[in-house]
């Protein structure tokens, strides 16, 4: 690690520069930048293979990658010293594949397109075999609009796309006996996810979620939401979904204008003294609470008897909003965060959005992994029955004493 060097195609990760590596293989290194859910722009990198007669300055190393052919790769110089690989051009396109991913039930990829003749482009469809898909989701890429000037293109140039589509795999198995080997060719298409049987589960937790809705409309209920600042884009505030509530209150870490009341969760009571409520929700917040039990008993201090509570978070989902990326729960975990002990009575509790989990590298023994049955999400909706015993349930540690004075949950982006 040191100063900035002066290859062109240097390379910042985490606002550190990485000189070259003495391995075998040495890669030159791309950054890009995309919007993540959670607002913020995320960085990822791309690669590709170089020499060190090539690149003699700054190489770097990376394991498990997929190398692309040289043809599939152009180097263009952009902005600040950083490259970008471009897939293909032609005299109309220019387009770049960031990411790729795919199984046997279809493809994703992440990229951008650029059109060389006058006039943004109005429409781009995606093909794989039969599957066509117009591309509706766009983003911004202002990397990509500074290096090329000379088009009037969109800023929004980014996409991310999915093609469901049906893999094909051909095999070839040789067998030997006694010194005759036999050859026998497969041709099998790609396996689709199992039935969960054993699990009661939605794609979403609208169904839960809609439960707990209809519960405040239909009853004038007082309604609080842990967790009400807009954070990802495209979303919105779910004020309006309770035009029946009697009140609805947002409280959240920072302030925005869906945010009534700022504060920590772990001392949620103290921000509304001799206030009940009659409903409390939280959506994608409890996998960001250092001490979900506290957070839970506080919910009790602030539910009248009677009051319903709904909370949705992750089972499996990759790491963010880092440092502040706590826990990972189960529909068995949530059941004891709002049990009988707590004062609560489960309603309805389910794990949601059935995935697959894949290994990057494989270990041994581990090579059905994706076979088994796994969720991206968990919900709970709970009623509150009884006040909880404050004499066999205390814990009196604060934020501050188990985590750090710099450690915070990542702010707003001004």
Aim: charged residues 20%; hydrophobic residues 40%; aromatic residues 12%.
């Amino acid at each position: 690690m040191g100063a900035r060097p002066p290859s062109p195609l240097a390379i910042e990760l985490n606002n550190r520069y990485y000189p070259k590596n003495q391995h075998t293989k040495t890669i030159a290194l791309i950054r890009s930048t995309f919007p993540g859910r959670s607002g913020k722009l995320e960085r990822s990198i791309a690669a590709y293979p170089c020499t060190e007669e090539s690149n003699p300055n700054r190489c770097m190393r990376v394991e498990n990658y997929n190398w692309p052919t040289k043809n599939q790769l152009k180097v263009n110089q952009i902005a600040k010293g950083y490259s970008m690989a471009v897939v293909d051009q032609d005299e109309n396109l220019i387009l770049a594949i960031d990411h790729s991913w795919s199984d046997d039930c279809g493809l994703g990829i992440q990229g951008w397109i650029v059109g060389k003749k006058e006039g943004v482009l109005d429409e781009v469809v995606v093909g794989a075999g039969d599957t066509l898909v117009p591309i509706s989701a766009w983003y911004p890429r202002p990397d990509v609009a500074a290096a090329y000037p000379q088009y009037n293109s969109n800023p929004n140039c980014g996409f991310i796309v999915y093609l469901p589509r049906t893999a094909k795999h051909q095999l070839t198995f040789q067998a030997k006996a006694q010194g005759v080997t036999y050859s026998k060719n497969v041709t099998f298409a790609g396996s689709q996810p199992s039935v969960y049987d054993f699990a009661a589960f939605t794609n979403d937790d609208d169904g839960i979620f809609l439960d707990f809705i209809n519960l405040v409309n239909n009853n004038n209920l007082r309604v609080l939401e842990i967790g009400s600042r807009i954070v990802s884009p495209g979303t919105s505030s779910k004020r309006s979904l309770f035009s029946g509530a009697a009140s609805y209150t947002g409280f959240d870490y920072y302030a925005d204008a869906n945010t009534d009341v700022v504060g920590d969760a772990h001392k949620l009571s103290q921000y509304f003294s001799g206030q009940k409520f009659d409903a409390i929700f939280s959506t994608s917040v409890f996998e960001h609470l250092a001490m979900p039990w506290v957070v839970a008993m506080e919910i009790n201090k602030l539910l009248a008897v009677g009051g319903i509570t709904f909370h949705s978070t992750h089972f499996a989902w990759p790491l963010h909003e880092r440092p502040w990326d706590f826990w990972r729960f189960s529909d068995e975990g949530l059941k004891v965060l709002f049990s009988q002990a707590l004062g609560f009575e489960v309603i309805r509790s389910e794990l949601y959005v059935p995935l697959r989990m894949h290994l990057d590298t494989m270990i041994q023994g581990q090579e059905t992994l994706t076979t088994q049955p796994a969720f991206g999400g968990v919900a709970i909706l709970a009623k509150k029955v009884a006040e909880i015993n404050s004499d066999k349930f205390r814990w009196d540690v604060t934020l501050t004493d188990i985590l750090t004075s710099e450690s915070h949950y990542p702010k707003p982006k001004a």
